[in-house]
C-alpha cells in the first residue's frame, strides 16, 4: 500500500502554482508552502508543521496548508490532530478525494472503521479505480467482521488487477474464516507466484499450514519469510510455536530469545519463553520471564500461577504461597491450586493454613467440584484470550495475522517512535540566551519583560524553560556583566540591577549569590520588585530540598501574580508546583489561566494535556497535547501515541 507515499511525493515535488498578486506577503507565504513541501518530503514532520501554521495563519482560508499540515501530522501518529485538519479542508472542498483517504487512515488507526468505510467510499466515488481506496474499504469491512462485503470489494477489485497481491493475500483470510483452508491455501500460492519475494505471503502461508497441522512445512515458510525479512520479530514467534509443537524446544527458545532481542517489549514472548525455562529445568530465569510479564500485566493469573509454581520448586515458599493465594482469590474453585497451596502451606510450617485449605477441598468436592476439573484440556496451545487457569502450562498462540497492519506499515514518522519520559516541561526562568532549536525559533513574549529597563551593555532580557548550554564566550561574557552591574549598583543601586545581576548568577549556577541579589532587590522594593520574586523562585527550586523549599518557592509565585496578574509564566510556574503536589484540579486551573493570558503557549497545552491524562481525563489530555505537537513541541506526540497504545 504505498500509493499514498508515491502521491505525497509527487505533490512535495509539483511545480508551484505562481501567484498573480505581486503582493510581498503572498509571495512569503508560498515560500513558506514551498519550504513546509520540502520539509515533509523529507520526513521532518515537526518543521514542516511549523510552516504550515505560519501559512494558515496568514491565510487562513487556504485549504492546502491544513491539508499538507494533516499529512504530517498522520506521520505523526496524531490521528486526532490529522483528522481534524482533515475536516476542515473537506469543508472548503469536498471534492479532494487525498483528504477523504488520510482522514479515512487516520480514523482507521483510531479503531474508527465505521466512519473510515464511508471515507473510503467517498474518494472511490470521485477516484472508482483507485486500488489504495479500495484496498481500505476491504480492511474496514474485515475489521468490522463483514465478510461477504469484504469478498465482493476483494472479486472487484481483482478484477481490474488480477496480480494485486494484497488482495489475494486478504481474499485467504476471509476464506480461513469461512473454514475453507484448501482454497486460502491456493490463493496465497497464487500471489506468492506473482511475487516470489514477499516475506508477508510466506508468513501468512506458515499460519495457514500450522493451523492445518502441517508442522514441518509451516516451519519451512516461516524460514523463508526470515530470509527475506529477518529483522520481524513476529516471524520468530511464529516459528518457535510450530518448533515447539515438533518437541525442537532449544530451536523454540532460540526463537524466542531472538524475539526478545528485537522486540523487549513482546509480553507473550516472555510468557511464552517462561514455560519452555521452566519445562527444561531453567527455574531461576523462568520466574525472571513471568516478573517481567507480571511487571507489565499484574492481574495475569496464569502468569502467577506459573511463577507460584517454580517459586515452590526453588524453595522460596512465602513468595509461593503470595501467588497462589492472588490466584485463588480470582478463582477460588481452582481444586489443584489449592491442594498445591495447601502442601506449601504445610512444608512452610502453616499447618493451620494446610488444614483449612484440605477442608475447602473436600467442600467443594462434596458441592460437585470434579476433581478432573483441576486439569488442563489436551494440546500444548492456548489463544491469548483463554483465561482459563488450568491453562497455565499452554503456550500462548500469536494472533492470527489479519489486515490491521496492511494499511499501516507505509506509513511511520520518527519523531513519535522516540521514547522519551513523560514528564512536565520546566518552569519558565528569565535569561538572556535562548535555545537554538530549528522548529521554534521564537522567543517567549511577555509585555511585562519588554517593559523592563535593563542596562544598555545587556543583551535583551528573555524567558525560557529548557536548559541551555552556555559556551565559553558567553560564560566569559557573563562574568563581565556581573563586574559592570556591580559598579551600576555602587552608584545607583535599583531593585532591577540587583534582578540582572541574579540573572547571570544563575545563568552561571552560582546560587548563593543570585539569592542574594534577590533579596537585595526586595528589600529596596521598586516597582519591579515583582522579577526579584519571580527570578528567587527560579533560585529556590534550583535548590529545593524539601517541602518547606517548596512552601516558599509558592509564596514567591503568589507575590508574583499579586504584583504582576498578567504575568502568565507565573501562573504556569505555580501550575508545575501544583502538579507536582498531586493537585491536579488547581495545576489545570492554572495551566488554563496561562492559555487565557497567551494563547500561544504551547508548554502550557502540554503540560495541562500531561495532568489531564494523570487525572484520567484522556481525551482532554490528548487533544491538549495534539496543540503542544502542532507548535513545536515534539515529544507530544510520542506521549499521545503511547497513551493511546
Same mark, same amino acid.
Given at each position: 500500500?504505498?500509493?499514498?507515499?508515491?502521491?505525497?511525493?509527487?505533490?512535495?515535488?509539483?511545480?508551484?502554482?505562481?501567484?498573480?498578486?505581486?503582493?510581498?506577503?503572498?509571495?512569503?507565504?508560498?515560500?513558506?508552502?514551498?519550504?513546509?513541501?520540502?520539509?515533509?518530503?523529507?520526513?521532518?514532520?515537526?518543521?514542516?508543521?511549523?510552516?504550515?501554521?505560519?501559512?494558515?495563519?496568514?491565510?487562513?482560508?487556504?485549504?492546502?496548508?491544513?491539508?499538507?499540515?494533516?499529512?504530517?501530522?498522520?506521520?505523526?501518529?496524531?490521528?486526532?490532530?490529522?483528522?481534524?485538519?482533515?475536516?476542515?479542508?473537506?469543508?472548503?472542498?469536498?471534492?479532494?478525494?487525498?483528504?477523504?483517504?488520510?482522514?479515512?487512515?487516520?480514523?482507521?488507526?483510531?479503531?474508527?472503521?465505521?466512519?473510515?468505510?464511508?471515507?473510503?467510499?467517498?474518494?472511490?466515488?470521485?477516484?472508482?479505480?483507485?486500488?489504495?481506496?479500495?484496498?481500505?474499504?476491504?480492511?474496514?469491512?474485515?475489521?468490522?467482521?463483514?465478510?461477504?462485503?469484504?469478498?465482493?470489494?476483494?472479486?472487484?477489485?481483482?478484477?481490474?488487477?488480477?496480480?494485486?497481491?494484497?488482495?489475494?493475500?486478504?481474499?485467504?483470510?476471509?476464506?480461513?474464516?469461512?473454514?475453507?483452508?484448501?482454497?486460502?491455501?491456493?490463493?496465497?500460492?497464487?500471489?506468492?507466484?506473482?511475487?516470489?519475494?514477499?516475506?508477508?505471503?510466506?508468513?501468512?502461508?506458515?499460519?495457514?499450514?500450522?493451523?492445518?497441522?502441517?508442522?514441518?512445512?509451516?516451519?519451512?515458510?516461516?524460514?523463508?519469510?526470515?530470509?527475506?525479512?529477518?529483522?520481524?520479530?513476529?516471524?520468530?514467534?511464529?516459528?518457535?510455536?510450530?518448533?515447539?509443537?515438533?518437541?525442537?524446544?532449544?530451536?523454540?527458545?532460540?526463537?524466542?530469545?531472538?524475539?526478545?532481542?528485537?522486540?523487549?517489549?513482546?509480553?507473550?514472548?516472555?510468557?511464552?519463553?517462561?514455560?519452555?525455562?521452566?519445562?527444561?529445568?531453567?527455574?531461576?530465569?523462568?520466574?525472571?520471564?513471568?516478573?517481567?510479564?507480571?511487571?507489565?500485566?499484574?492481574?495475569?493469573?496464569?502468569?502467577?500461577?506459573?511463577?507460584?509454581?517454580?517459586?515452590?520448586?526453588?524453595?522460596?515458599?512465602?513468595?509461593?504461597?503470595?501467588?497462589?493465594?492472588?490466584?485463588?482469590?480470582?478463582?477460588?474453585?481452582?481444586?489443584?491450586?489449592?491442594?498445591?497451596?495447601?502442601?506449601?502451606?504445610?512444608?512452610?510450617?502453616?499447618?493451620?493454613?494446610?488444614?483449612?485449605?484440605?477442608?475447602?477441598?473436600?467442600?467443594?468436592?462434596?458441592?460437585?467440584?470434579?476433581?478432573?476439573?483441576?486439569?488442563?484440556?489436551?494440546?500444548?496451545?492456548?489463544?491469548?484470550?483463554?483465561?482459563?487457569?488450568?491453562?497455565?502450562?499452554?503456550?500462548?498462540?500469536?494472533?492470527?495475522?489479519?489486515?490491521?497492519?496492511?494499511?499501516?506499515?507505509?506509513?511511520?514518522?520518527?519523531?513519535?517512535?522516540?521514547?522519551?519520559?513523560?514528564?512536565?516541561?520546566?518552569?519558565?526562568?528569565?535569561?538572556?540566551?535562548?535555545?537554538?532549536?530549528?522548529?521554534?525559533?521564537?522567543?517567549?513574549?511577555?509585555?511585562?519583560?519588554?517593559?523592563?529597563?535593563?542596562?544598555?551593555?545587556?543583551?535583551?532580557?528573555?524567558?525560557?524553560?529548557?536548559?541551555?548550554?552556555?559556551?565559553?564566550?558567553?560564560?566569559?561574557?557573563?562574568?563581565?556583566?556581573?563586574?559592570?552591574?556591580?559598579?551600576?549598583?555602587?552608584?545607583?543601586?535599583?531593585?532591577?540591577? $540587583?534582578?540582572? #545581576? %541574579?540573572?547571570? *548568577?544563575?545563568?552561571?549556577?552560582? /546560587?548563593? !549569590? =543570585?539569592?542574594? @541579589?534577590?533579596?537585595? +532587590?526586595?528589600?529596596?522594593?521598586?516597582?519591579?520588585?515583582?522579577?526579584?520574586?519571580?527570578?528567587?523562585?527560579?533560585?529556590?527550586?534550583?535548590?529545593?530540598?524539601?517541602?518547606?523549599?517548596?512552601?516558599?518557592?509558592?509564596?514567591?509565585?503568589?507575590?508574583?501574580?499579586?504584583?504582576?496578574?498578567?504575568?502568565?509564566?507565573? $501562573?504556569?510556574? #505555580? %501550575?508545575?508546583? *501544583?502538579?507536582?503536589?498531586?493537585? /491536579?484540579? !488547581? =495545576?489545570?486551573? @492554572?495551566?488554563?489561566? +496561562?492559555?487565557?493570558?497567551?494563547?500561544?503557549?504551547?508548554?502550557?497545552?502540554?503540560?495541562?494535556?500531561?495532568?489531564?491524562?494523570?487525572?484520567?481525563?484522556?481525551?482532554?489530555?490528548?487533544?491538549?497535547?495534539?496543540?503542544?505537537?502542532?507548535?513545536?513541541?515534539?515529544?507530544?506526540?510520542?506521549?499521545?501515541?503511547?497513551?493511546?497504545?
Amino acid at each position: 500500500m504505498k500509493h499514498l507515499t508515491k502521491w505525497l511525493k509527487c505533490i512535495i515535488l509539483s511545480v508551484c502554482v505562481i501567484l498573480t498578486s505581486k503582493v510581498n506577503a503572498q509571495v512569503n507565504t508560498e515560500r513558506m508552502l514551498t519550504m513546509g513541501r520540502s520539509a515533509l518530503y523529507y520526513q521532518d514532520y515537526v518543521l514542516s508543521i511549523s510552516y504550515f501554521n505560519q501559512v494558515i495563519k496568514a491565510k487562513p482560508f487556504l485549504s492546502e496548508p491544513y491539508f499538507l499540515r494533516s499529512v504530517a501530522k498522520f506521520y505523526l501518529e496524531d490521528w486526532n490532530g490529522a483528522e481534524n485538519d482533515c475536516n476542515t479542508v473537506l469543508d472548503m472542498n469536498p471534492f479532494l478525494k487525498d483528504a477523504y483517504e488520510v482522514r479515512g487512515l487516520s480514523r482507521m488507526h483510531k479503531g474508527n472503521f465505521q466512519q473510515a468505510k464511508s471515507d473510503f467510499r467517498a474518494a472511490l466515488g470521485i477516484d472508482p479505480e483507485a486500488s489504495g481506496y479500495m484496498h481500505n474499504l476491504i480492511v474496514c469491512h474485515l475489521n468490522l467482521g463483514q465478510f461477504d462485503s469484504a469478498m465482493i470489494c476483494i472479486d472487484r477489485l481483482l478484477e481490474f488487477k488480477p496480480k494485486y497481491t494484497p488482495a489475494l493475500s486478504m481474499k485467504s483470510q476471509v476464506l480461513l474464516q469461512r473454514n475453507d483452508t484448501a482454497a486460502a491455501l491456493e490463493c496465497i500460492d497464487r500471489a506468492i507466484q506473482f511475487d516470489n519475494y514477499n516475506h508477508e505471503l510466506f508468513h501468512t502461508k506458515g499460519i495457514i499450514l500450522g493451523q492445518t497441522e502441517r508442522y514441518e512445512e509451516s516451519e519451512q515458510m516461516f524460514d523463508r519469510a526470515i530470509y527475506l525479512n529477518p529483522g520481524e520479530s513476529d516471524y520468530y514467534i511464529n516459528r518457535a510455536l510450530v518448533r515447539y509443537i515438533q518437541n525442537d524446544l532449544n530451536g523454540a527458545m532460540s526463537d524466542y530469545d531472538l524475539a526478545i532481542r528485537m522486540n523487549p517489549g513482546n509480553i507473550m514472548a516472555y510468557y511464552n519463553r517462561g514455560i519452555l525455562r521452566g519445562q527444561v529445568g531453567d527455574d531461576n530465569r523462568a520466574i525472571e520471564d513471568f516478573d517481567r510479564v507480571l511487571n507489565s500485566e499484574p492481574q495475569n493469573y496464569l502468569a502467577l500461577f506459573n511463577r507460584a509454581l517454580l517459586r515452590r520448586t526453588t524453595g522460596n515458599l512465602k513468595g509461593a504461597i503470595q501467588d497462589f493465594t492472588s490466584v485463588l482469590n480470582e478463582y477460588p474453585t481452582f481444586l489443584y491450586g489449592l491442594q498445591l497451596r495447601a502442601d506449601t502451606r504445610a512444608q512452610y510450617g502453616d499447618i493451620k493454613g494446610s488444614e483449612e485449605d484440605q477442608l475447602r477441598i473436600i467442600k467443594l468436592r462434596t458441592e460437585g467440584i470434579d476433581k478432573n476439573d483441576t486439569i488442563s484440556q489436551t494440546g500444548k496451545t492456548r489463544k491469548k484470550e483463554d483465561k482459563n487457569v488450568r491453562n497455565y502450562g499452554k503456550l500462548i498462540l500469536p494472533d492470527t495475522p489479519d489486515n490491521n497492519q496492511n494499511f499501516a506499515s507505509d506509513y511511520r514518522g520518527k519523531v513519535q517512535n522516540k521514547n522519551i519520559d513523560v514528564k512536565l516541561l520546566d518552569s519558565y526562568y528569565f535569561t538572556y540566551y535562548v535555545p537554538d532549536n530549528p522548529v521554534d525559533r521564537l522567543v517567549r513574549y511577555s509585555n511585562d519583560i519588554s517593559l523592563l529597563r535593563t542596562e544598555s551593555f545587556l543583551p535583551k532580557l528573555n524567558i525560557c524553560c529548557s536548559d541551555i548550554q552556555l559556551r565559553n564566550v558567553d560564560i566569559e561574557n557573563l562574568y563581565d556583566y556581573i563586574s559592570k552591574l556591580g559598579a551600576v549598583i555602587k552608584k545607583n543601586p535599583s531593585s532591577l540591577v $540587583y534582578v540582572t #545581576r %541574579a540573572i547571570c *548568577y544563575y545563568l552561571l549556577h552560582d /546560587y548563593e !549569590n =543570585a539569592m542574594n @541579589d534577590c533579596v537585595d +532587590a526586595i528589600m529596596i522594593g521598586d516597582d519591579d520588585i515583582w522579577t526579584a520574586y519571580f527570578c528567587r523562585a527560579a533560585v529556590r527550586l534550583r535548590t529545593a530540598k524539601d517541602r518547606l523549599d517548596y512552601n516558599m518557592i509558592m509564596s514567591d509565585l503568589n507575590k508574583v501574580i499579586d504584583l504582576a496578574p498578567q504575568f502568565q509564566y507565573a $501562573y504556569y510556574n #505555580r %501550575a508545575n508546583l *501544583y502538579a507536582s503536589w498531586g493537585e /491536579y484540579k !488547581n =495545576a489545570i486551573s @492554572d495551566f488554563t489561566r +496561562a492559555i487565557e493570558l497567551d494563547k500561544n503557549m504551547p508548554e502550557a497545552y502540554y503540560n495541562r494535556g500531561i495532568v489531564h491524562v494523570l487525572s484520567d481525563n484522556v481525551q482532554q489530555g490528548i487533544k491538549d497535547l495534539s496543540i503542544a505537537g502542532e507548535s513545536g513541541i515534539y515529544q507530544a506526540y510520542n506521549v499521545i501515541k503511547r497513551i493511546s497504545q
